[in-house]
């Protein structure tokens, strides 16, 4: 058997068959500058933890201000207002955890929208027929951003086997299969 790197080299690109932008290049910087600073924190934590280095407090603070600069340049970028983007963080995690965290409600999220028809479009291809879904569409449901339970994926089942082929090929939820 070959061995691995040469398997994935098979799908490795020289360049883009497409112009990235200078604002893309500059979300893209900003973003990976993000996932770098956040890893720099993490590092510093696991170090603590479980190679027992000690937590360099001091440290840990000047690297989250550098994560800080980099949210704050995302929101620049992206025309979002930092302040609003905290409102709204606080007001998910309110909806969430109304009485603070719990164990409880971070398993039933009360934030959690029903899964509509129209995403079900992304899983169960025109090729595929709708009453035969397959481990493929279960296995995706049960996964992030999903994450839907076992009873959840077989009523996504049922609706995707109770819908007809009109309604299936509609951009909308159907309204005339399913009285609920």
């Known amino acids: 058997m070959k061995n691995y790197q040469q398997l994935a080299a098979r799908t490795l690109i020289d360049a883009?068959?497409?112009?990235?932008?200078?604002?893309?290049?500059?979300l893209a910087w900003n973003a990976l500058g993000l996932a770098g600073e956040a890893g720099e924190v993490a590092d510093l934590v696991?170090?603590?933890v479980f190679?027992?280095?000690?937590?360099?407090?001091?440290?840990?603070?000047?690297e989250l201000g550098d994560c800080l600069w980099y949210i704050a340049a995302l929101c620049s970028r992206l025309d979002l207002d930092l302040n609003e983007v905290m409102a709204d963080n606080i007001a998910k995690l309110e909806?969430?955890?109304p009485g603070g965290f719990s164990t409880r409600d971070s398993i039933n999220r009360v934030d959690v929208t029903p899964?509509?028809?129209?995403?079900?479009?992304?899983?169960?291809?025109?090729?595929?027929?709708?009453?035969e879904p397959g481990t493929l569409f279960t296995r995706r449901l049960s996964q992030p951003p999903y994450?839907?339970?076992?009873?959840?994926?077989?009523?996504?089942?049922?609706?995707?086997?109770?819908?007809?082929?009109?309604?299936?090929?509609?951009?909308?939820?159907?309204?005339?299969?399913?009285?609920?």
Not at 16 to 26: A, H, N, V
Not at 51 to 62: C, E, P, S, T, Y
């Open 147 to 180: 994450s839907l339970t076992t009873s959840e994926i077989r009523k996504v089942i049922e609706v995707v086997e109770t819908t007809c082929n009109e309604c299936w090929d509609s951009d909308s939820d159907c309204n005339c299969c399913n009285d609920e």
């Open 16 to 26: 883009p068959d497409f112009e990235i932008s200078d604002q893309d290049i500059m």
């Open 115 to 131: 899964f509509p028809l129209t995403n079900l479009r992304r899983f169960v291809g025109a090729s595929e027929p709708a009453s």
């Open 46 to 48: 696991k170090k603590d």
């Open 51 to 62: 190679h027992r280095h000690g937590l360099d407090v001091g440290k840990i603070k000047k």
């Open 95 to 97: 909806a969430r955890y």
